[in-house]
Nanobody
Framework: QVQLVESGGGLVQPGESLRLSCATS????????MAWYRQAPGRQRESVAD??????????NYLDSVRGRFTISRDNAKNTIYLQMNSLKPEDTAVYYC????????WGQGTQVTVSS
């Protein structure tokens, strides 16, 4: 049974950092391109960062608004995906989720990130 468990969110002030983790189970992580998504109140879920898997694993791509501030990474041995978020802004406030790049897995509960002074 596939599980995606996000953690690491919280309430921070603008300019601060957070590191999100996504613990995965039930599938071979290395075989999948993975992504972090976020959904703010009243808005559609959007992909903020993705990272390839397989033999060409490690290639990354970012939403323009987070490029240079966020870094996605993966540790296949630990079955975990990470999102390092620096220089956080109020507009980064959202529930953050991980999933495959095509969103094929059942969504986890997400982790709330709130950026506010």
């Amino acid at each position: 049974q596939v599980q995606l468990v996000e953690s690491g969110g919280g309430l921070v002030q603008p300019g601060e950092s957070l590191r999100l983790s996504c613990a995965t189970s039930g599938f071979i992580l290395d075989k999948y391109n993975m992504a972090w998504y976020r959904q703010a109140p009243g808005r559609q879920r959007e992909s903020v960062a993705d990272i390839t898997g397989g033999p060409f694993g490690g290639r990354t791509n970012y939403l323009d608004s987070v490029r240079g501030r966020f870094t996605i990474s993966r540790d296949n041995a630990k079955n975990t995906i990470y999102l390092q978020m620096n220089s956080l802004k109020p507009e980064d406030t959202a529930v953050y989720y991980c999933n495959s790049f095509s969103g094929v897995f059942k969504w986890g509960q997400g982790t709330q990130v709130t950026v506010s002074s």
